[in-house]
């Protein structure tokens, strides 16, 4: 995958609650930073993480180092948006 960049809009997926009350579901984000110690064999492969402002209903979070899963959409991940 390309670098993200700072600024970009993503989804966060959230974890949800182990009871079901709330369930896993996305959420906007914004990067605010990106590591540069993780590269893949091109400028434009990207392996690593991300910093996010997490934007919720209730309010904001701020995570740090959060993956990137783009095919399953795990709890605690952020992916680009589906189409």
Known sequence: MKK???GQIVHYQS???????YPSV??????????TYQHGPTED????HVNLAVLNP???F???GVHQ????????????AHP
């Open 4 to 6: 993200p960049y700072i």
């Open 15 to 21: 974890y949800g609650t182990p009871g079901g009350e």
């Open 26 to 35: 996305c959420r906007a984000a914004i990067v605010t930073d990106v590591d």
């Open 45 to 48: 492969h990207w392996v690593g």
């Open 58 to 60: 209730e309010g904001m």
């Open 62 to 64: 701020f995570n740090r």
């Open 69 to 80: 899963d783009q095919d399953e959409c795990r709890g605690g991940t952020w992916h680009l």
